[in-house]
Nanobody, 126 residues
Framework: QVQLVESGGGSVQAGGSLRLSCAASGRTFSGYAMGWFRQAPGKEREFVAAIASSSRTTYYADSVLGRFTISRDNAKNTVYLQMNSLKLEDTAVYYC???????????????????WGQGTQVTASS
């Protein structure tokens, strides 16, 4: 069992930056592939970014490519999402997700993940 707790959300002006953190507790963090998803009001949850357990592979949604960076610190059991040049359309609840994986694979579908955090609100305003 893995517990995930997101933090770092908040309100920021468009063009600004935020860094989300997801702290994991439970089993060995280095054995989990991690992902970030988001859900805007009235919309379905969508994939944002993913990172393999080895940290060698990352993958991004086209809408955030070049603006967001996913990273992880296995010593701290934490995955991060650095969000730069935020746009109004980035406003959403952001969720951290985890699944067991010991390969260089990343995962971009909701059904690929076993564990989910409670979410953190990110609001970009003009």
């Amino acid at each position: 069992q893995v517990q995930l707790v997101e933090s770092g959300g908040g309100s920021v002006q468009a063009g600004g930056s935020l860094r989300l953190s997801c702290a994991a507790s439970g089993r060995t963090f280095s054995g989990y592939a991690m992902g970030w998803f988001r859900q805007a009001p009235g919309k379905e949850r969508e994939f944002v970014a993913a990172i393999a357990s080895s940290s060698r592979t990352t993958y991004y949604a086209d809408s955030v490519l070049g603006r967001f960076t996913i990273s992880r610190d296995n010593a701290k059991n934490t995955v991060y999402l650095q969000m730069n040049s935020l746009k109004l359309e980035d406003t959403a609840v952001y969720y951290c997700a985890a699944r067991t994986s010991y390969s260089a694979s990343y995962y971009s579908r909701e059904n690929d993940y076993t564990y989910w955090g409670q979410g953190t609100q990110v609001t970009a305003s003009s």
